[in-house]
């Protein structure tokens, strides 16, 4: 996926369909963001984006950094 920044050592959600494309020597499935969202916040939520919520998400990070 050529919008996933290579040099970006932070976690990232991306859409599911990423899991078609996942590399697993390059990334790391932190998990998906619904649980997420709810560990951090206490809140179950899906990723939001100026408020709105957005489809689901799956977490992952880069291994090579």
Known sequence: ??????????????????????????FELVGIDRPLVEEITGKVSRFKISDKEKFARIVIKNKRL
């Open 1 to 26: 996926m050529k919008e996933i920044p290579l040099d970006y050592s932070g976690c990232m959600g991306v859409p599911i369909t990423f899991l078609a494309k996942h590399n697993p020597m390059q």
